[in-house]
């Protein structure tokens, strides 16, 4: 056999990665910013200014999603186009589309922190952006795609290092993810209707969101572990074997996971218990690879004292470990019981950003600049002060929000009287008492965001004026084996085999008796077939694995299909089975046009933010709220508002729980109903007149989702708008509450008072048994 | 009515049935790294620690 090799020279395109480094520092502080006024505004509530674009509710999703899609996006893309190109020894295959790649997703950024703050959103958690800026992202994304896998369709070296391996799943999952969550209707160029709803849009929303965390900021994060940590450590990774493990067992498995956060909710239990299990067998793979990072340091921790590198990556791997550890923990069902809606989720989701993807991007980004640069990094001093100033930030950050959730979720669970009434019936008792927390947490956010400042300073100081370097190498370009191909990597013994193995065992354990019976028969049949095949052709099918290895387009489909099985599995049933028959005899009223309007306010101001709107099947909800929520009850809510986290109270009984005035006044200034609240004051909403002309074609997009509007036309709206506001109008009046008819508050108060209500059916949502009733709660809970 | 009635039924086999998936899964993965030639462990682990240009800074 001759050897065709021929010795040839590449310089690596490495203009994105510094700019998408510089845009991660940049957007990394606008982000954390933004996270140090929200936490403040926690702590002393004039921080909202009395502004509509400065309030907590609108600010808060801008702190994600800068935090999530700008820094760790921008930070992840520098890192995947780095270690790409060394790993398979070509160039970015398009200059071109790299260039789009950058700067659509700046675009992007942008668009979100102009929209955010102006209250334009889908009211989801981490998927708020409005659909004309969802669509730039899934074509920005697609173009990312494209220029990764043409790298690879390129590449000099033909195994897959598994840095790559995570990279391929990030892509692929995310498309999935992103696409089905985002899946709307249009209204308007700015406004959309989300087509699931109620317990549907629940589930797939933390399908995505739990995803989001799992293959945004854990899968490429972990693959740019895989590939800078040794490259600091100077030594390969401890164990590729474990790293191997690692990655299908937390492919597989992390998919399954997102009903975690949706424990003691009316998600069916099914989904809650997969969840849990799913979430706690994800404690093997993950703290496989972080020990595995960690142990890659062996025979070099000497470094850990000198090289601020070493630092922040070995800091950020021990709080993956802490944040894997902690995650599945708060996914038992008693223990979530206690965290959820309160601030411990919170000290867990900020050990994760802060101390995972933050340091590890501050790690990438002190060894890359001086690379990029072709000089020294400026001030290594500055460097470890950064590092101390953050570590001791995140402790002082996440501790208080241990102890302040914690405290939240003891005190609002308490009952005496054998569990009869509640121990601390005002929610607001829950907010004082935690209140010098919030000042720690303001002071650790705010050390953190002075250290990315100094890291900021730091590598300025080291670019400017200096060269940026493309870097080089010498390869030998071979002559490239035959590919599989898609149909050579699945239409093969192996495959087809274990296909019909795994077909027939769920039909053994699914089908009636007689069908079953068969299965069994033709599972053992295969079986021996299997046996026979092997036995007959000598084959070894580990050949076909290894082959796969180094043959991207098999690989990334076998990936595909690992998280497409979760997905599928939870997904589907929850969203073909007829909402209409199974919604536990209770079903929401759908709402009046004017109450669909004050909806559309409460989520432009972000109130999910802050307030829930799900009873969970616990003793302390059911005594402070009432009867805990049924699935029936939120069918119509296109988007879901079930919320994450009570900093004020859980909203789904309100309606009619307080007088209209009690809101009006309330939402002028809380305090004056609720002392020591800390919700902001919503002047505007006395101001600004309800938007009634975008009703008719909102009412249209309903009815296409299954919502049971009447057809009406402009002036029906108008008019049913016009009566009920005139009816709330009057009844403020005789409080001292002076409006008209047609201002934002009014329409809030109407949606306010209709949380709750909902009429009795039959079990197979038959017309009403009896006449709308709504539980009031047990005890005089505030 | 599918939530807490008919599905509680479920519960006791869900456990078993998501251990069994991950078992094999997993076992399945173990077997084929165990397997991988040691030779191609050593090249692939190696793959990051080759240096171009920049790394001779």
């Given amino acids: ?103 659509g997703w700046q675009a992007i950024i942008l668009a979100a922190a102009v929209t955010l703050p102006l209250g334009l959103t889908r009211g989801k958690e981490y998927a708020e952006l409005i659909w004309p800026i969802n669509i730039a992202v899934a074509l920005i994304w697609v173009v990312f795609g494209i220029n990764f896998f043409w790298t690879l369709g390129r590449r000099n070296e033909r195994s897959l290092y598994v840095a790559i391996w995570f990279y391929i799943s990030t892509i692929i999952t995310v498309a999935m993810l992103y696409i089905v969550n985002h899946l709307s209707i249009p209204t308007s160029l700015t406004h959309s209707y989300p087509i699931f709803g109620g317990v549907q849009d629940a589930l797939v929303q933390w399908w995505y969101g739990h995803n989001a965390v799992a293959f945004f900021l854990t899968t490429p994060i972990l693959g740019i572990m895989y590939y800078f940590l040794p490259k600091a450590a100077g030594r390969p990774v401890y164990s590729y074997r474990l790293s191997v493990v690692h990655f ?58 000198t090289d601020p590198v070493i630092k922040f990556f070995v800091a950020g791997v021990t709080f993956y470990g802490m944040s894997t550890f902690e995650g599945p923990l708060l996914s038992i069902r008693p223990v979530n019981a206690l965290a959820h809606y309160s601030d411990w989720i919170i000290a867990h989701v900020h050990a994760g950003a802060l101390g995972w993807n933050g340091f590890m991007a501050a790690g990438m ?85 002075a250290g990315f400042i100094i890291l900021a300073w730091n590598i300025w100081k080291t670019a400017s004026g200096a060269q940026a370097v493309n870097g080089t190498v010498e390869v030998f370009v071979e002559e490239k ?67 796969l290895l180094e043959n991207a387009l098999p690989f990334t489909v076998l990936t595909a299909v690992s998280v497409f099985i979760g997905g599928i599995v939870q997904i589907i049933p929850t969203v073909i089975i007829d909402t209409a028959e199974n919604i536990e005899g209770v079903r929401q009223i759908p709402y009046t046009p004017l109450e669909l309007a004050g909806r559309d306010i409460y989520v432009r101001e972000g109130c999910y933010n802050c307030h829930s709107q799900q009873i969970r099947t616990l003793v302390g909800d059911v005594l402070r709220y009432g009867d805990y929520s049924k699935m029936g009850e939120s069918i119509y809510d296109h988007p879901y508002q079930w919320g994450s986290k009570r900093t004020g109270p859980d909203l789904a009984r309100e309606g009619s729980k307080y007088p209209n005035s009690w809101h009006f006044f309330h939402m002028r200034d809380p305090r004056q109903i609720s002392p020591g609240s800390r919700m902001p004051n919503y002047p505007w909403l006395f101001t600004d007149q309800t938007d009634i002309a975008s009703l008719r074609r909102k009412i249209e997009v309903q009815r296409k989702l299954g919502v049971p509007f009447k057809e009406t036309t402009k002036d029906e709206i108008a008019a049913s708008c016009l009566a009920q506001g005139e009816e709330i109008v009057a009844n403020l009046k005789t409080a001292s509450a002076e409006t008209t008819p047609d201002r934002e508050i009014v329409a809030l108060i109407s949606y306010l008072q209709k949380l709750g209500k909902s009429e009795k059916v039959g079990p197979h949502g038959e017309q009403p048994a009896e006449p709308a009733k709504t539980e009031p709660p047990k005890t005089a809970a505030k | 009515m599918f939530h807490r009635i008919l599905v509680e039924e479920w519960q006791r086999v869900l456990t078993t049935i998501s251990f069994g998936i991950f078992l094999v899964t997993f076992g399945i993965i173990a077997l084929r790294t165990w397997r991988m030639p040691r030779e191609s462990i050593r090249r692939l682990e190696n793959l990051p620690l080759e240096n171009d240009t920049n790394d001779h800074e």
């Avoid at chain 1, 424990?263 to 979430?279: A, K, V």
């Fill in chain 1, 1 to 103: 056999m001759t050897n065709t090799a021929t010795k040839t020279t590449i310089e690596y395109d490495d203009t994105p990665v510094r700019q998408f480094m510089i845009a991660s520092i940049a957007w990394g502080i606008v982000g954390m910013l933004v996270g140090v006024l929200i936490a403040t505004q926690l702590a002393f509530f004039q921080l909202n200014f009395n502004t509509p674009w400065l309030t907590f509710g609108r600010l808060r999703p801008l702190h994600t999603n800068a935090v999530i899609f700008a820094f760790v996006g921008n930070m992840m893309f520098a890192g995947v186009y780095y270690s790409t190109q060394r790993l398979v020894k070509a160039r970015t295959a398009s200059k071109f589309l790299s260039q789009l790649h950058f700067w």
């Fill in chain 1, 248 to 305: 299908w067992s937390l492919v597989f498995l992390y998919i399954w996971a997102g009903p975690h956060h949706l424990l003691n909710t009316s998600l069916p239990r099914w989904l809650q218990s997969l969840g849990m299990i799913f979430s706690l067998m994800l404690w093997a793979p993950s703290w496989g690879g972080m020990l595995n990072g960690l142990l890659t340091l062996r025979g070099a921790w000497d470094k850990l004292r």
């Fill in chain 1, 365 to 449: 980004f002190y060894w890359l600049a001086p690379r990029l640069w072709n000089r020294p990094l400026h001030s290594v001093a500055a460097a470890n002060m950064h590092f101390w100033l953050g570590l001791v930030g995140i402790l002082l950050y996440v501790s208080s929000m241990w102890v302040s959730g914690i405290t939240q979720g003891l005190m609002l669970s308490a009952t005496h009287e054998n569990g009869t009434v509640l121990a601390n019936p005002n929610f607001l008792d829950a907010v004082t008492s935690t209140m010098f927390l919030m000042h720690i947490r303001a002071l650790g956010g705010f050390m953190f965001l």
């Fill in chain 1, 481 to 547: 084996p035959k590919a599989m191909g898609l149909i050579g990597g699945f239409a093969n013994a192996p495959v087809i085999f274990i296909t019909l193995l795994i077909v027939f065992a769920m039909g053994w354990g699914a089908l009636p008796r007689v069908a079953s019976g068969i299965c069994l028969w033709a599972f053992l049949g295969t079986f021996m077939a299997m046996i026979a095949h092997k036995e007959f052709t000598k084959a070894t099918w580990g050949q076909w694995y290894e082959r």
